[in-house]
């Protein structure tokens, strides 16, 4: 099965860290482009950061400085260490794989990350 899981979300205060992981299964992430999106309550679904296959990365502005997109190709998982969290943060992150001339689009099921205190 080639999917996508999700974990390390949870309750945190602001200012707090939490580190999200996106565990690959049935494709290798090092070959693809590898994102994160989140998606907060009545909001549309937003990019948060993204990895190439290079290492290359790219971030969202509301983002840059705080969130970092890692990658462990021997554990084939992506990461998203989140630091100094604010409130505004709360969202469901989902992790998305996309290789367009093969016809894939995985995405995972999410993990929810509630700032609050």
């Known amino acids: 099965q080639v999917q996508l899981v999700e974990s390390g979300g949870g309750l945190v205060q602001p200012g707090g860290s939490l580190r999200l992981s996106c565990a690959a299964s049935?494709?290798?992430?090092?070959?693809?482009?590898m994102a994160w999106y989140r998606q907060a309550p009545g909001k549309e679904r937003e990019l948060v950061a993204s990895?190439?296959?290079?290492?290359?990365?790219d971030y969202a502005d509301f983002v840059k400085g705080r969130f970092t997109i890692s990658r462990d190709n021997a554990k084939n998982t992506v990461y998203l260490q989140m630091n100094s969290l604010k409130p505004e943060d709360t969202a469901v992150y989902y992790c998305n794989l996309v290789v367009p001339n093969r016809g894939i689009d995985l995405w995972g099921k999410g993990t929810l990350v509630t700032v609050s205190s």
């Open positions: 990895i190439n296959s290079g290492g290359t990365t």
């Open positions: 049935g494709i290798i992430v090092s070959f693809n482009v």
